[in-house]
Antibody, heavy 119, light 107 residues
Framework: QVQLVQSGAVVKKPGASVKVSCKAF????????IHWVRQAPGQGLEWMGI????????NYAQRFKGRITMTSDTSTNTLYMHLNGLTSADTAVYYC????????????WGPGTLVTVSS | SYELTQPPSVSVSPGETASISCSGD??????VCWYQQRPGQSPVLVMY???RRPSGIPERFSGSNSGTTATLAISGTQEMDEADYYC??????????FGGGTKLTVL
């Protein structure tokens, strides 16, 4: 079955970092870019960046540059999103999402990972 | 940076046509897609490349893009269509840009 499976919900303290994983199943891992998108409680969708799974090359939204890193492990078909310097404003559901054949839109979303930042 | 503007909310009676707009500078020069997000669920693609419906999306969903405004229309709106809807484009400088989202209420 074609799906993206994400790691479970986590609680982090302010100043800490978080690493969210996203494992791809049922399709050719190398054929699709992966986006990371987050959604704060009651808010809209916010694009964070995109990664090419085969090369690990990533482009990040300007507002996250310097504290975000996206990586890829082709041996396990798993993507990772690492965000450091967490504040309460980073409390959100984090989605990994498959790009539709370099078309710039998403045709498959993961279930989301809730990251709560609280002291 | 590029911006997309959506109305925060749209209301429609069951069976009527709902229209959700998405505005941006020279938007007609870009491909617009739309996502539906029901409460507590991940978004679902309902329209891509302005007017193409993914497999499994009902024919009552249609899309258009002209000038500075793209529109997602839902004809014969049903209660199950009540959700948040987001437009999105790919911009050469900002990569992916989402609109702020529109809450569609069917009442």
């Amino acid at each position: 079955q074609v799906q993206l499976v994400q790691s479970g919900a986590v609680v982090k303290k302010p100043g800490a970092s978080v690493k969210v994983s996203c494992k791809a199943f049922g399709y050719t891992f190398s054929s699709h870019f992966i986006h990371w998108v987050r959604q704060a409680p009651g808010q809209g969708l916010e694009w964070m960046g995109i990664i090419t799974p085969t090369t690990g090359s990533a482009n990040y939204a300007q507002r996250f540059k310097g504290r975000i890193t996206m990586t890829s492990d082709t041996s396990t078909n798993t993507l990772y999103m690492h965000l450091n310097g967490l504040t309460s404003a980073d409390t959100a559901v984090y989605y990994c999402a498959r790009d539709a054949n370099t078309a710039g839109y998403v045709d498959l979303w993961g279930p989301g990972t809730l990251v709560t930042v609280s002291s | 940076s590029y911006e997309l503007t959506q109305p925060p909310s749209v209301s429609v009676s069951p069976g009527e046509t709902a229209s959700i707009s998405c505005s941006g500078d020279k938007l007609e020069d870009k491909y617009v897609c739309w996502y539906q997000q029901r409460p507590g669920q991940s978004p679902v693609l309902v329209m891509y490349q302005n007017k193409r419906r993914p497999s499994g999306i009902p024919e009552r969903f249609s899309g258009s893009n002209s000038g500075t405004t793209a529109t997602l229309a839902i004809s014969g709106t049903q209660e199950m269509d009540e959700a948040d809807y987001y437009c999105q484009v790919w911009d050469s400088s900002a990569f992916v840009v989402f609109g702020g989202g529109t809450k569609l209420t069917v009442l």
